[in-house]
């Protein structure tokens, strides 16, 4: 009777550990580079976006010009957060990243926010945090 108890223990272990594990689908190809929906000819649709051509692929589509500009912080919170993602640069569609750059005055915040995908790297150019 003990012995029949251990294993219905592991199998009710096992089986709530595998319906606990959480993971992002493994990408279907390298890189997609998303379009617009008036830029489609011949494009494939993965992740939620369309995709360019591989052949039509430039290093503009893995560009965003401005990102290190300073930007207004006089709201209440003394921050200003520019957000990339696959919006703004194409070519993160799929790869499961998204860029941020902050500007913070002395005691600015920043507001409670969530990562989808759990990256983050952090980088201060001038001044501490």
């Known amino acids: 009777m003990k012995g029949i108890r251990i294993v219905l223990s592991l199998v009710v ?3 709530a550990s595998s319906i606990a ?3 992002d689908p493994s990408p279907l190809q390298d890189f997609c580079v998303a ?3 008036s830029e ?3 494009a494939l649709f993965v992740s939620g976006k369309f995709c360019k051509n591989p052949k039509d692929v430039t290093a503009n589509d893995f560009f965003f010009q ?3 500009k300073p930007r207004d912080t006089s709201n209440p919170l003394c921050s200003n ?3 990339l993602n696959v919006d703004k ?3 993160l569609n799929t790869l499961g990243i998204s860029l941020a750059h902050i500007d913070y005055v002395p005691h ?4 409670p926010h969530i990562h989808p995908h759990g990256t983050k790297i952090l980088i201060v150019i001038e001044g501490t945090l």
């Open 35 to 37: 379009v617009k929906d």
């Open 66 to 68: 401005g990102l290190d």
């Open 40 to 42: 489609i000819e011949s």
């Open 13 to 15: 272990l096992g089986l």
């Open 108 to 111: 600015g915040l920043n507001p």
């Open 81 to 83: 957060v520019t957000q």
């Open 89 to 91: 640069i194409a070519g």
């Open 21 to 23: 594990s959480a993971s």
